[in-house]
């Protein structure tokens, strides 16, 4: 198959890899050098020159933003659309959805939203419960309310337990007690979740596959599971990675390789043992706090895993200039090169306050604005280690009109715990329009959980239709009655002593009793009550004292004022945004393989972002190379982090 491809000169290395005869490679890449362009090149090449029909070429991402970036570079280098449409692209998880099919004989529902597995999870939290209590163990399953605030922790963490698949690597004897638990790095109440909702997804038993529906990442645990159960429910001449000839296998996003997808990738090519393999990805970029991701497969396990390669390298920046790349090898201890008249520079600032942050991020932006108004505001990204850092960053950036879209978190108006405080200051002033209908629903539950118990009945026992009274009461029914009703039943009798506290100390609607209040909640210990990770338990203490920042700094006439002023931000915020350039506010982990002209990364001091592990100069690594031209690094002057110590020998005139 011939076609004229679009005018493209490869660099030495791009085209020593596009031409590399080997059968199976591995490239060990940088950011920003063009990964998913030489992987294209060399599929091309092999459509071209080799005769390969592109319908037999499988090309895996672990992303559909992966995917995508596959389809562009092939249409930009001038693939035709026979060839873009015919190559086999696609996540690890919608390839093992469709081959589950296949070996399945049916259609499983696939479910995207955490909304549409939300009532499991709650049921697997109070199976487990149950399930603790009956053995012993009710102690260390110390997890309050229904669990409705974690829904979305859990399903992460159930992301990362079956990319690992730690159960499953356990021995053959693993039982799951609190003592185990310690040794898979998980906390006992999340595994025993986690069994407890697999046991239903599967229809009766974790050790069975016959899902009730699937979830993203369960189709690449599912199969993985499938292929290395002790008797497969599938012989030679019906495996499901059997799947008519394959002439060539890609591989991009190496780097977020995880044991489920490994699991896959080597029954594939066991499959098909001739075939030429090609797989790329920068190990600098690997966070195993995300999906499971190990270094390990792109570095010594390669070979262990999938069989003997040639290793190659791509250094050459096409991202960003010296002024990023020199850094970046010296941070990673790595060749970098670059062009040397491309644009890139970092820069170190000293600013104290997210009110100088938010200030700072304005400028940037008018001066984007006035220098390139064509230049769509998105690319400018603010990138944070803790989405409790952005919460007075929000505050300020909104009551300055400065737009903005958040990647990875929940803007701070819709925070459970900033809507818990929020109604109890409300009840505490008798404001009843302190919410938007929308966000008054969900600050009712968020409430109720920090809370516990349950509404009355007519004789004393809890009401099983508590929830469905919450979210059907009014502000005045829910402020002035349920929740005392609440406090009154809860187990959690010093939780509930300390917020009836917070709320006397509240009800004068003077602001310096607002910071008592909020104070006098303790919102780290209420937080322990029902959410299981200590980061978030860390977040939720921290949000609340975001809050109190934002309050002794904007000088409001009374408490009512201040939640009025929150009001008028969720409002915006729930509007039409269709017409208005927003700015990025995003996790770094969020912002694994996109690019943005200028990155803004707050928060480097000692303690907050400080490197002491691998997937904290990880994640260091990734949010500097995302910037084309430039990156500013962030920190309050008095402690800054030792990620910025011995990596930049210069700071801005402002710094």
Known sequence: MAWKQAPFTPTEEQARIEQAAARRVIVEANAGVGKTTV??????????????????????????????????????????????????????????????????????????????????????????REQAKAGGQEDDFQLGGTGHLIVEQLLKDFERIKGTMVLKRQDEDFRLTPESAEDTGFPYPTLAIFSAYEAERLGGGADRNEARYRYPGD???????????????????????????VQ??????????????????????????????????????????????????????FRI???????????????????????????????????????????????????????????????????????????????????????????????????????????????????????????????????????????????????????????????????????????????QFMLEDLLARTPRTAGAERIRTAMTIASTNRVPDAIAALEALQMGRLAEQVLVRREAIRDAADSVRALERIVIRENFLDITEMLGAIRVQEERRQGDWTARQRIVLSTIEQAKGLEFEHVIVPGMNRDEFDGLDEDERHRFYVAVSRAKQVVELIHDGDRPSRLLQGVLGQTSPGA
Not at 83 to 106: N, S
Not at 230 to 244: K, Q, Y
Not at 259 to 286: C, E, H, K, N, S
Request: hydrophobic residues 45%; charged residues 25%; negative net charge.
């Open 39 to 128: 992987l294209c090149l060399r599929a091309l090449r092999m459509i071209q020159q080799g005769g390969v029909d592109p319908r037999r070429i499988l090309m895996l991402s672990f992303t559909r933003a992966g995917c995508e970036a596959i389809r562009r570079t092939l249409r930009r280098h001038g693939a035709p659309a026979s060839v873009c449409e015919g190559l086999r692209i696609g996540t690890f998880d919608e390839f093992c959805a469709a081959r589950l099919r296949k070996m399945e004989g049916l259609t499983v529902p696939a479910f995207e939203r955490p909304e549409e597995v939300r009532e499991a999870v709650l049921a697997a939290i109070a199976t487990a």
């Open 219 to 245: 189709a690449t645990y599912d199969m993985a599971c499938a292929l290395t159960a002790a008797d497969p429910s599938f012989g030679l001449e019906n495996h499901p990675l059997r799947m008519g000839p």
């Open 248 to 301: 060539a296998v890609f591989v991009d996003e190496f780097h977020d390789m995880n044991w489920a997808m490994a699991t896959v990738l080597r029954a594939i090519l066991a499959q098909y043992p001739d075939v030429p393999f090609t797989g790329v990805g920068d190990v600098d970029q690997v966070i195993h706090a995300e999906s499971g991701a190990d270094a390990y497969f792109l570095r010594t396990g």
């Open 305 to 479: 895993e999938f069989g003997k390669a040639e290793r190659m390298t791509l250094t050459h920046a096409q991202r960003f200039g010296p002024g990023i790349a020199e850094m970046l090898g010296g941070f990673a201890r790595k060749a970098y090169p670059s062009h040397p008249n491309r644009a890139g520079r970092i820069e170190t600032r000293r600013i104290e306050t997210a009110l100088e942050l938010a200030l700072h991020v304005r400028d940037v932006r008018d001066r984007r604005m006035a220098e390139s108004p064509k230049t769509p505001l998105h690319e400018i990204a603010v990138l944070l280690r803790h989405p409790s850092a952005a919460l007075d960053l929000e505050y300020e950036l909104a009551n300055r009109g400065v737009d903005y879209e958040t990647a990875g978190f929940s803007s701070y108006t819709s925070r459970p715990e900033v809507l818990f405080v929020r109604l109890l200051l409300a009840a505490a002033v008798n404001c009843q329009d302190a919410f938007t209908p929308e966000a008054f629903e969900a600050a009712k539950l968020a409430t109720w959980e920090f809370i516990g118990g349950a509404l009355p009945l007519p004789d004393g026992g809890d009401d099983p239709e508590t929830r469905a009274k919450i979210l059907r009461a009014p502000v005045s029914a829910f402020q």
